[in-house]
């Protein structure tokens, strides 16, 4: 495990509540069933003046939520870069996780190898692993993915509904999520004519 030591101090509940979502912390490092005796970058996922009571959620720079306590004695609390401060073991990141959709025209066995193998060289053999591979035919069609408000809008057309176009290739769906509040509409692709007239 890497660590290395920063010193911090931490911070009461008033303090961190004057906080913004820019500003560096240090929570617990903990993960779900793998307790870690060091802590973790991570930022507040809402500004801390919007704290009513209860516990402050804050989101480490390795995607793991926590909520805390900073006040609670027996908790670990919230801990900011402070050279007055004492030092504390901070983890840190082994690499980047990337997950990738990836596209072959034509794809066959041999040119996903030629990918990986690409890979592999400009990393380093044993450093990029295939986690879980998917090999999945894609038709050869494409539609029209838009986002629009879930409550959509009676009595309105189709033309004047608030949406956004989104992409035009139906597999990509797959690897999406819609914004919070919006839905997906799919409809068959639709090439854009510009009917604008030239001089």
Known sequence: MNTEKVTARRLTAEEVSELGLQDEIFVSAETDGLPLDCYAPAFLTEPGKNFEGGSFAAKTVFDEEIHVLPDDAEGRGIWIADKTGEEIEVLQGAGVLLNLALFVPN???ESLEALYGAARDAFGAGIVQRWN??????PDIKVDLFEEPARGRKNTSNQNRDRRALDIYPTRVRFMEP???????????KEIVDETPTI
């Open 179 to 189: 914004s919070d509040g919006w839905k997906f509409i799919v409809e068959p692709h």
């Open 133 to 138: 591979e998917e090999v999945v035919a894609v």
């Open 107 to 109: 794809g066959n066995k």
